[in-house]
């Protein structure tokens, strides 16, 4: 197929070609309008002419059929596409803002700024995984940054629908996407790993807190599979900056195996929101790469590692989030929780525990943070959250506490299900009939509203709890 014709002013099935806003490996980048859509549009064309790659045509069909799919504002909004037998194209949303390779000039940045940014990237993740897509391309110049805040991801040329056949794997040996950024599964040939995506946004983490690729930018496969052995220079050693809370979770984003990664994207983003959470191993401390020794015996072992990475994608790791009132709950209802909670932790054994308490603010007048005696309240209440949970027997990394603050105790959980994308909460109904007529029932409210399936447990034996 002859290369498309386009240029300034030519118009295609009413959208009328403004510029050419970027010129890449596999497609070209137009700005369009077209009566009546106020919106910011931009028109991709992949590169067809004679010596152009093959997989540019591949990548744009996947593209294709994936983008129409996607919602939510981690994605450009899809507006149209063209046939290939006539011309074909992708319109799709101009997204407002830059993009993280803007801030390519800047780094090394300040770690605390990492971690928000890849909190922010980590949550888009989520919202892809969720829709059943792999992104295999996450790179800054992918990435890009709403006005709002949020992070979009663009690009899904090596994109992997979970449910859509896979043509990249079906025509192609060689593995595709950005060398600095591709995990070792990826640079095997695996292509439905979720966690590929976790890796890679290790991969920007380490290069923005330290001004250093974690394995360089090789271009041979040898130097691709490298990473499968060596690991790379912890980031402490080159930035001292560098808390050991930050180097533990962009080290464990970079581990050989998926399966000692976060297990979701949503995990990632809560430890890199809530660094005083995370459990610290051995990798926080960590000031040098392995030995010779250590690094002979991992490279004489690809065996087992492409063992490891042949497996099955995990299944779902939820975030199971309780809401204890420490106030009023009983000790009938707090072993109902716990043993409503233990049981989802053994029906899904993958899942995080987020306990949360609520500090009801006044609505009129000023709080203080001590309480009569002296104690510093949100202080006191995460260890009473801590104690509460102990008989649970949960490990440090499967379990976080949280105290809110908040004049309405059912907004706050509400609020924190939603930004941390919580699959299940479990509370206890209020034990006073009473004070729940006359106040209302948080629990109530919570249920009525929750983006996630909720269990109200009741302390009386008798009772089943409902969800």
């Known amino acids: 197929m002859a290369a498309p014709r386009i240029s300034p002013g030519s118009i295609i099935d009413g959208f009328v070609v403004d510029s050419q806003v970027h010129k890449g490996g596999m497609a070209t980048i137009w700005a369009v309008r077209k009566s009546g859509t106020d919106m910011p549009l931009l028109m991709k064309v992949p590169r067809l002419a004679e010596g152009e790659d093959p997989a540019a045509i591949v990548g744009f069909e996947m593209e294709q059929m994936i983008l129409p799919r996607l919602t939510g504002p981690h994605v450009p909004r899809f507006v149209a596409s063209g046939d290939f037998r006539t011309l074909p194209y992708i319109v799709m949303e101009w997204i407002e803002g830059k993009s993280l390779h803007t801030r390519l000039p800047d780094l090394p940045l300040p770690p605390e700024e990492v971690a928000d940014i890849g909190a922010r990237v980590a949550t888009a993740l989520d ?60 640079v095997l040939g695996q292509r439905s790993e979720p966690r590929s995506d976790l890796f890679a946004l290790g991969s920007l983490m380490y290069f923005f807190v330290t001004g250093t690729r974690p394995f360089g930018d090789p271009q041979t496969l040898k130097g691709l599979k490298k990473r499968l052995w060596r690991d790379p220079v912890p980031p402490r050693k080159l930035r001292p900056e560098c808390p050991p809370w930050l180097q533990e979770i962009i080290l464990r984003c970079l581990e050989v195996d998926p399966a000692d990664r976060h297990p979701t994207a949503a995990q ?49 790791a939820p975030i199971i989030m309780a809401a204890i009132d420490l106030n009023t709950l009983g000790e009938a209802a707090a072993d109902a929780m716990r043993q409503t909670i233990s049981q989802l932790m053994i029906a899904m054994p993958r899942a995080r525990l987020s306990c949360v308490n609520v500090l009801k603010l006044r609505r009129i007048g000023i709080d203080t943070t001590l309480d009569e005696e002296g104690e510093h309240k949100h202080l006191q209440r995460l260890i009473e959250l801590r104690h509460w949970a102990r008989p649970l027997e ?24 939603r930004s941390n994308h919580i699959d299940h909460i479990v509370m206890a109904a209020r034990e006073r009939s009473a004070m729940r007529s006359l106040l209302g029932s948080v629990s109530g409210e919570v249920a009525a509203e929750a983006p996630c399936t909720v269990t109200v447990v009741r302390a009386r034996a008798d009772e089943t709890p409902t969800g």
């Open 268 to 316: 990632l983003a809560l430890d890199l929101r809530t660094p005083g959470q995370v459990s610290l191993t051995a990798r926080a401390e960590r000031m040098a790469q392995d030995g010779f020794v250590t690094t002979f015996k991992r490279r004489m072992d690809l065996d087992s590692i492409l063992t490891v990475n042949k497996k099955p994608a995990p299944g779902n």
């Open 127 to 186: 919202a892809l995984h969720r829709q059943q897509v792999v992104h295999l391309d996450v790179k800054p110049s992918n990435v890009m940054v709403r006005p709002s805040g949020e992070m979009a991801l663009i690009d899904f040329g090596l994109s992997h629908h979970l449910q859509l056949p896979d043509l990249l794997d079906e025509e192609f040996r060689l593995p595709y996407g950005t060398a600095p950024y591709m995990a070792p599964e990826q």
């Open 394 to 417: 949960l490990p440090d990394a499967s379990v976080t506490f949280h105290v809110l603050e908040s004049t309405s105790p059912a907004d706050a959980i509400l609020e924190y299900a």
